[in-house]
Every structure is written in structure tokens, then in C-alpha cells.
């Protein structure tokens, strides 16, 4: 098993930034991939980033592209989401997770593990 607690969320204005962090514990040697995922009120979980536990290779939603940035520290296993340039259109809530597969990282049945959300809310 995997755990995971994300930090970070909060309240920002539109064009400000955030950072969230995610922290994994517990078999964190199975894990592949680390992914940032979001849902907005009344809207499915939609893919936002991801990032391959080794080698680092990135892979962004097209929202995302030049305005988040995703990173991780192996040594303190933990995974940032770096926001800049925040829109209204940005506010849900942030859910972390973690993939012990090798495919599927864009999609949310590709993880097995979810940490319980942060709450992003860009104001204008």
C-alpha cells in the first residue's frame, strides 16, 4: 500500500500561483508514476500532469501546458505541482496519485493509489 497527503491548496487570485505538495508513503517502491488530477464542481476528474518516478519524463494536459509545472524529490518522495498564472477556470479540488503500472498514466483508471484532495480556489 501506498499512502498519500497533498498540502498546498487554498485560496489565490486569478494570475497568482500555488504549490502543492504530495507526500508518498508506505511501498513507494512499487510506484511508477506519480500524477496530479483535479475535479470541479459537478465535472469529472480530469488528467492535469504526470511525472515518471524514474527518469522524470513529464506529460501534461494541454490546460496545463506553460502555465503548471509538475516535479518530484526521490528522496523525500514527494511530488510538487507548481501553478502559475491561475485562472478561475483552474478552481477544484487537486487529488494526488501514485501508479505501480508501467501504462495508462494519462488516465485516472491507470493509478492505484488517490490521496484525499486539496481545494484550489482561484478568485477574481
Known amino acids: 500500500q501506498v499512502q498519500l497527503v497533498e498540502s498546498g491548496g487554498g485560496l489565490v487570485q486569478a494570475g497568482g500561483s500555488l504549490r502543492l505538495s504530495c507526500a508518498a508513503s508506505?511501498?513507494?517502491?512499487?510506484?511508477?508514476?506519480m500524477g496530479w488530477f483535479r475535479q470541479a464542481p459537478g465535472k469529472e476528474r480530469e488528467f492535469v500532469l504526470a511525472?515518471?518516478?524514474?527518469?522524470?519524463?513529464?506529460y501534461y494536459d494541454n490546460s496545463a501546458k506553460g502555465r503548471f509545472t509538475i516535479s518530484r524529490d526521490n528522496a523525500k518522495n514527494t511530488v510538487y505541482l507548481q501553478m502559475n498564472n491561475l485562472r478561475l477556470e483552474d478552481t477544484a479540488v487537486y487529488y494526488c496519485?501514485?501508479?505501480?503500472?508501467?501504462?495508462?498514466?494519462?488516465?485516472?483508471?491507470?493509478?492505484?493509489?488517490w490521496g484525499q484532495g486539496t481545494q484550489v480556489t482561484v478568485s477574481s
Open positions: 496519485a501514485a501508479a505501480s503500472g508501467l501504462a495508462n498514466w494519462l488516465y485516472s483508471w491507470g493509478y492505484d493509489y
Open positions: 508506505g511501498r513507494t517502491s512499487s510506484v511508477h508514476a
Open positions: 511525472i515518471a518516478w524514474n527518469g522524470g519524463a513529464t
